[in-house]
T-cell receptor, first 118, second 111 residues
Framework: NAGVTQTPKFQVLKTGQSMTLQCAQDMNHEYMSWYRQDPGMGLRLIHYSVGAGITDQGEVPNGYNVSRSTTEDFPLRLLSAAPSQTSVYFC?????????????????FGPGTRLTVT | KNEVEQSPQNLTAQEGEFITINCSYS?????LHWLQQHPGGGIVSLFM???GKKKHGRLIATINIQEKHSSLHITASHPRDSAVYIC?????????????FGKGTLLTVNP
């Protein structure tokens, strides 16, 4: 298994541009999530999905959209990039209820995307 | 909302020392995670626990549910253990998969 993959690894955008951060997992996990990591802030949840076709907002959703058309893919769209969105973005997945006991909550992270908005 | 506090924020040790990183949280949880992040690197899950103690190699994680406290211990520390260690908690159970994260502890182990 490749686990959780993210592309691109690095990206520089100008203010107002849009782009999509890709995330995919090949472990048949039901739960997927997007986090941003900023210095001194810890990881914060942007959006999450508990299965294909189901998404919901996390702690810091403004300026981001997501969709989950398949179990494998969970792209994050920046609608109009702003300097405040400069961050490192991590996608993560968990097995979900099909796994037994606490295993459903095991967390697998992608390698991250470092985004700079100028 | 669960508040997660880690201490210390920064920790410098000499190779071979015993390391302890602490995590406290404010609301009852279903599971607690310890994560490791090397500088500029990705995030790896070290432990997930809901009670008692878990051990993997030189790493030991404990949790006291009554006191809402967990510790991560590293025995015989090594420079390759230098990383940020992050505590994260999952509140509630069932279909609640959302995590609340501490701000991390930066560990530097000098040779």
């Amino acid at each position: 298994n490749a686990g959780v993959t993210q592309t691109p690894k690095f990206q520089v955008l100008k203010t107002g541009q849009s782009m999509t951060l890709q995330c995919a997992q090949d472990m048949n996990h039901e739960y997927m999530s997007w986090y941003r990591q900023d210095p001194g802030m810890g990881l914060r949840l942007i959006h999450y999905s508990v299965g294909a076709g189901i998404t919901d907002q996390g702690e810091v959703p403004n300026g981001y959209n997501v969709s989950r058309s398949t179990t494998e893919d969970f792209p994050l769209r920046l609608l109009s990039a702003a300097p405040s969105q400069t961050s490192v973005y991590f996608c993560a997945s968990s097995p979900g209820p099909l796994a037994g006991g606490l295993r459903r909550y095991e967390q697998y992270f992608g390698p991250g995307t470092r985004l700079t908005v100028t | 909302k669960n508040e997660v506090e880690q201490s210390p924020q920064n920790l410098t040790a000499q190779e071979g020392e015993f390391i302890t990183i602490n995590c406290s949280y404010s609301v009852g949880i279903s599971a607690l995670h310890w994560l490791q992040q090397h500088p500029g690197g990705g995030i790896v899950s070290l432990f997930m626990l809901s009670s008692g103690k878990k051990k993997h190699g030189r790493l030991i994680a404990t949790i006291n549910i009554q006191e809402k406290h967990s510790s991560l211990h590293i025995t015989a520390s090594h420079p390759r253990d230098s990383a940020v260690y992050i505590c994260a908690v999952r509140s509630g159970g069932g279909s609640n998969y959302k995590l609340t994260f501490g701000k991390g502890t930066l560990l530097t182990v000098n040779p």
